[in-house]
């Protein structure tokens, strides 16, 4: 029984499918797992997801472009591939060397014709393979971000010839498919170059949310958790929200001014927005401990609480993270790396700058 993209049944519905292994749906609706990153079969015998962590889709090429990568238990490709022995072939050598930057000229190689191969992919994939190529690359670089890499070596491990080629591929993966940004929110980001690595910025339509250097650790995590809280999706635009705090960021780093008066959205608990409305208040260049935050902020025991909500801060530099040390001084936890924040305090001290309060809104 063929169920066609347009007539799916909701979620639910293709969860319970999913949890009896109904096959009715195999191969018209698969589900991505949120914490393992790939898709399956409804009729996966795998261990089942909860509820919160699956999503479904129609077409092999929505979870691809999601950013899932196919089970290597239920094996969602090798129904495609006992149809259509070209594209079987050309799958086979994706698998086996996923780094390599393929073209046309590629295909012809391997005595297969490039449209014949287009058409294919196109009709039981619903992407070219060469899409499916570059998003199979995108993939694996996302993935070392996750893990820490550096967005050069990410970059270079993606086979990208260029930085810009890079952030494109990114933004590939964060966005999502026009179908579920339908009756959303939606928050903007954009790239801002900065003297000690790029960063990546996102706001709505007057505040900004997220503002955080592309190679840390956690940023793919931190985007998913606004999307989230703030029931949002997430899209590539430039607004003035952006440009605002660019304009801001170039006058910090250029040495003119470290006042920033973009508005900001802060989503956290009321003591962690407290530690951060603290920090803000520390001038630029100096430095304070956890534990005095926490004797200024009349709580003395609660200097670990004080250095939870610092790690938790989302918008680096305009709420001051890294002027937070350690009880003896020393430069301790900064994601963004202790040669960063050893960079920011030097510069911050050598400008001698004055900083000025920063505009908030506590709620999405």
Not at 214 to 243: M, Q
Request: charged content about 25%; overall charge positive.
């Amino acid at each position: 029984m063929l169920h066609p993209a347009s007539i799916l049944p909701d979620d639910d519905t293709l969860y319970q499918a999913l949890l009896t292994r109904d096959p009715a749906y195999d191969g018209h609706a698969f589900v991505c797992v949120k914490t393992t990153g790939i898709f399956c079969r409804l009729t996966c015998p795998a261990r089942k997801p909860r509820r919160e962590n699956a999503s479904f889709q129609a077409t092999i090429a929505a979870c691809f472009e999601a950013g899932f990568r196919p089970c290597q238990r239920c094996r969602p490709l090798d129904t495609i591939k006992r149809r259509e022995p070209a594209v079987a072939k050309l799958l086979d050598l994706l698998d086996q060397n996923p780094h390599h930057r393929w073209s046309e000229q590629d295909i012809a190689r391997h005595r297969l014709d490039p449209s014949t191969v287009r058409r294919a992919f196109r009709r039981y994939v619903g992407m070219t393979f060469l899409e499916l190529a570059r998003l199979k690359r995108t993939g694996l670089a996302m993935a070392q971000l996750s893990e820490g890499s550096s967005v050069l070596a990410a970059q270079q491990e993606a086979s990208y010839e260029s930085a810009s080629g890079f952030r494109d591929a990114l933004l590939r993966l964060i966005r999502e498919t026009p179908a579920s940004l339908k009756h959303r929110t939606l928050l903007n980001a954009g790239w801002i170059d900065t003297p000690i690595g790029t960063m990546l910025a996102v706001g709505d339509s007057s505040r900004l949310h997220l503002l955080e250097f592309c190679d840390r650790k956690g940023l793919p995590n931190e985007l998913n958790r606004l999307r989230t809280l703030t029931k949002s999706a997430i899209d590539f635009k430039e607004t003035p929200v952006i440009e605002s705090i660019g304009n801001e960021l170039t006058d910090y780093f250029s040495g003119r001014s470290a006042a920033f008066h973009t508005s900001i959205a802060q989503i956290g608990s009321a003591f962690t927005r407290t530690v951060w409305d603290f920090l803000r208040t520390i001038e630029a260049g100096k430095t304070i401990s956890y534990g005095e935050i926490a004797r200024q902020m009349g709580q003395p025991t609660a200097s670990r609480a004080v250095a939870r909500a610092n790690g938790a801060n989302s918008l680096a530099i305009i709420v001051p993270c890294h002027r937070v040390v350690g009880a003896d001084g020393s430069l301790t936890g900064y994601a963004g790396g202790l040669w960063r924040k050893q960079w920011l305090l030097t510069h911050e001290r050598k400008h001698g700058f004055c900083s000025k309060p920063i505009k908030t809104t506590d709620q999405p």
